[in-house]
């Protein structure tokens, strides 16, 4: 329970019904710069993700992003609006954080990281990739649901081949 103190009102705050959760890592021969790239050059995300049939960048600015990207699997469309931003990490890795903006989730967020392996001279690094997802309505986690557990599981191995194109 939640007290709003300037209305006097009680709200019950609750998780949506249907989350996920996803975290994976990865240690690449790429450097983070060149992760960090991939992961911001979201005009091209339809090029090499099979489930992406469009993502544009709606704003852009210092901090970050705002981005559309829309998916298209097993005959259903759906697209979803995120603020992505950008921040350094105190390792010399970058970073980019996700906040859902609208579409169909009742929540998405969260962050890939790029972290460089030893003292971040080698052409290499570690990333990660954490995300919590969910949906408030029954019928749309059993329709969205499975599609997005796939994409969102499939997410840093579409990247890491993506880097095996780009940079050989």
């Given at each position: 329970?939640?007290?709003?103190?300037?209305?006097?009102?009680?709200?019950?705050?609750?998780?949506?019904?249907?989350?996920?959760?996803?975290?994976?890592?990865?240690?690449?021969?790429?450097?983070?710069?060149?992760?960090?790239?991939?992961?911001?050059?979201?005009a091209h995300y339809a090029d090499f993700l099979p489930w992406c049939d469009q993502a544009r960048v709606l704003?852009?600015?210092?901090?970050?992003?705002?981005?559309?990207?829309?998916?298209?699997?097993?005959?259903?469309?759906?697209?979803?609006?995120?603020r992505n931003t950008h921040s350094a990490l105190d390792d010399g890795g970058r970073q980019v954080s996700i906040?859902?903006?609208?579409?169909?989730?009742?929540?998405?967020?969260?962050?890939?990281?790029?972290?460089?392996?030893?003292?971040?001279?080698?052409?290499?690094?570690?990333?990660?990739?954490?995300l919590d997802y969910g949906f408030d309505n029954m019928a749309l986690a059993a329709v969205v649901g499975p599609?997005?557990?796939?994409?969102?599981?499939?997410?840093?191995?579409?990247?890491?081949?993506?880097?095996?194109?780009?940079?050989?």
């Amino acid at each position: 329970m939640r007290h709003d103190r300037a209305a006097g009102v009680l709200h019950a705050v609750q998780p949506a019904p249907f989350m996920k959760k996803v975290n994976k890592s990865v240690l690449i021969w790429y450097s983070p710069q060149e992760m960090f790239a991939l992961v911001t050059d979201v005009a091209h995300y339809a090029d090499f993700l099979p489930w992406c049939d469009q993502a544009r960048v709606l704003e852009q600015d210092e901090q970050g992003m705002t981005a559309e990207v829309g998916i298209a699997f097993g005959g259903m469309r759906k697209s979803f609006v995120t603020r992505n931003t950008h921040s350094a990490l105190d390792d010399g890795g970058r970073q980019v954080s996700i906040r859902l903006i609208k579409g169909p989730f009742s929540r998405l967020e969260g962050n890939w990281m790029f972290r460089p392996v030893g003292d971040g001279s080698q052409r290499a690094c570690r990333v990660e990739l954490q995300l919590d997802y969910g949906f408030d309505n029954m019928a749309l986690a059993a329709v969205v649901g499975p599609v997005f557990d796939r994409i969102a599981g499939s997410m840093v191995d579409a990247f890491v081949k993506r880097a095996e194109q780009v940079y050989g």
